[in-house]
């Protein structure tokens, strides 16, 4: 009996450390898990507007707390390879990318996070190659598909008719859904704003389903108010990059190489981009 308590206590106590490690609830989400994109703007079908609603410029963002997935964060999201998405010949290539920005009370010690984003489908014929950016940290992802070869396909041309656009047109009978998740390195998020950028910088399309946090308990997700300031450190607006409190203040902050928002989901805010590239993964 002794003997058998004993490993029972060993066990547990090489079991623990393990679990703790793992986020333990969901911190923020946009969209639901469906394996649909519906609750998006544009959805089911409307593509071709999405320039037209000044959908994926480096300003427009999507405020997590205020933002409305309806209005604010399309169902899609095209590559450089679809001229819907702004590509010509007489405009050269365009690349699109979706910005949210969340705000987090405080941080505890210890704790580990994952940024998890599920998409509905993407497109095949020029498989997209993202660029995932989570404050500092940079993931270069190449999604990849049975029987398609990124490095069998043909050089695009500037333009391309649309291609695969039964999901994005609201059939997704075929539709391969893809789980994308990225474990965020020690130190990535900090107390106050912080900022997630999804880009596609080669190939086609994605359609989401849904883009989430999952984090330690005890986190707190704050609503945004007034300016939101994601780089305060590079100024004096406020320590620990907060929601900065006046428009003075916001532009201090970008004057100095900060990133100030405003509290509107179609504004135009001075916006720093930073980016730097890491090596490519295949999922």
Known sequence: MTKTLFWLLL???????????????TLWQVGKA???????????????????QDFGYEDKCFFIGASKEKQDF???????????????????????QVNLLFTLKKLPATGSYKLVIRLADYAKTFLPLL???????????QLSAAGYDVRQQRRPTM??????????????????????????????????????????TEGSW?????????????VTVQRPQQLFCARCNACSVRAGCRWAASAAAAGECAARG???????????????????RKGRVRV
């Open 11 to 25: 066990l547990l106590s090489v079991a623990a450390p393990s679990h703790a490690q793992q986020p333990e609830r």
């Open 34 to 52: 469906d394996q649909s994109g519906a609750e998006f703007a544009l959805a089911p079908a409307g593509f071709r507007k999405f320039v037209g």
């Open 74 to 96: 399309p169902y899609v999201l095209p590559g450089p390879v679809d001229t819907w998405g702004g590509t010509w010949s007489t405009a050269g290539w365009r690349t699109n």
């Open 131 to 141: 660029q995932i950016s989570i404050n500092g940290q940079e993931e270069r992802i």
């Open 159 to 200: 333009t391309e008719s649309p291609a695969d656009t039964a999901s994005i047109s609201g059939n997704l009978v075929k539709a391969t859904p893809k789980i994308i998740e990225i474990p965020l390195d020690k130190g990535v998020l900090q107390a106050g704003g912080n900022q997630v950028t999804i880009t596609v």
């Open 206 to 218: 994605i359609l989401f389903d849904q883009v989430s946090l999952l984090g330690p308990s005890g």
């Open 258 to 276: 900060g990133h100030a928002y405003p509290k509107r989901t179609a504004g135009r805010p001075n916006h720093f981009q930073r980016a730097s």
